[in-house]
T-cell receptor
Framework: QKEVEQNSGPLSVPEGAIASLNCTYSDRGSQSFFWYRQYSGKSPELIMFIYSNGDKEDGRFTAQLNKASQYVSLLIRDSQPSDSATYLCAVRFPLFFGTGTRLTVIP | DADVTQTPRNRITKTGKRIMLECSQTKGHDRMYWYRQDPGLGLRLIYYSFDVKDINKGEISDGYSVSRQAQAKFSLSLESAIPNQTALYFC?????????????FGPGTRLLVL
């Protein structure tokens, strides 16, 4: 079983919709969880981190963590074409990354 | 100027050659990392260093070696390059004294082994 698993997509949503990205992890001892965004040909950049069960909101982004289910998700509200990128889930430290989910927001 | 720089940005080499990828940072971070990215496989950790005297293997260290010459410099070497080492390589840094410990990535080095 891989350390971190993501649906590779691609995921397409219309502009203004909510995009939901999901990730599961295998190590129950993982304490920290990160979402990175990577535009084509660019390096990954941090969007959000979450440590505690529940939701964490930052602008249009909400990270959700459920340690009992070993599940972390990222919601993007009011999706914009500029959100089109690959989203990488990462756990613990040093980071283990999922394979990423490619998101396309259709104008 | 970029906080994390990688040289070269692109490199073409032949099977069996020894090559070195270099990473420098001006962020003052103590920790540095090397990852490779392959289509469909995501980012995988090769080596990491928590300080100048500390080197640790990651998920896929076979065929690679590293050197932490200074706090700001971390080099990755391919002793004898092979075609399946063709990939995009990223260096990253983090600061253990600042929470949460976020990794910052360099622009990447695209390596092609013929």
């Amino acid at each position: 079983q891989k350390e971190v698993e993501q649906n590779s997509g691609p995921l397409s949503v219309p502009e203004g919709a909510i995009a939901s990205l999901n990730c599961t992890y295998s190590d129950r001892g993982s304490q920290s969880f990160f979402w990175y965004r990577q535009y084509s040909g660019k390096s990954p950049e941090l969007i959000m981190f979450i440590y505690s069960n529940g939701d964490k909101e930052d602008g249009r982004f909400t990270a959700q963590l459920n340690k009992a289910s070993q599940y972390v998700s990222l919601l993007i509200r009011d999706s914009q074409p500029s959100d089109s990128a690959t989203y990488l889930c990462a756990v613990r430290f040093p980071l283990f990354f999922g394979t990423g989910t490619r998101l396309t927001v259709i104008p | 100027d970029a906080d994390v720089t990688q040289t070269p940005r692109n490199r073409i080499t032949k099977t069996g050659k020894r090559i070195m990828l270099e990473c420098s940072q001006t962020k003052g971070h103590d920790r540095m990392y090397w990852y490779r990215q392959d289509p469909g496989l995501g980012l995988r950790l090769i080596y990491y260093s928590f300080d100048v005297k500390d080197i640790n293997k990651g998920e896929i260290s076979d065929g690679y070696s590293v050197s932490r010459q200074a706090q700001a410099k971390f080099s990755l070497s391919l002793e004898s390059a092979i075609p399946n080492q063709t990939a995009l390589y990223f260096c990253a840094t983090s600061d253990s004294n600042r929470g949460p410990e976020t990794q910052y990535f360099g622009p990447g080095t695209r390596l092609l082994v013929l």
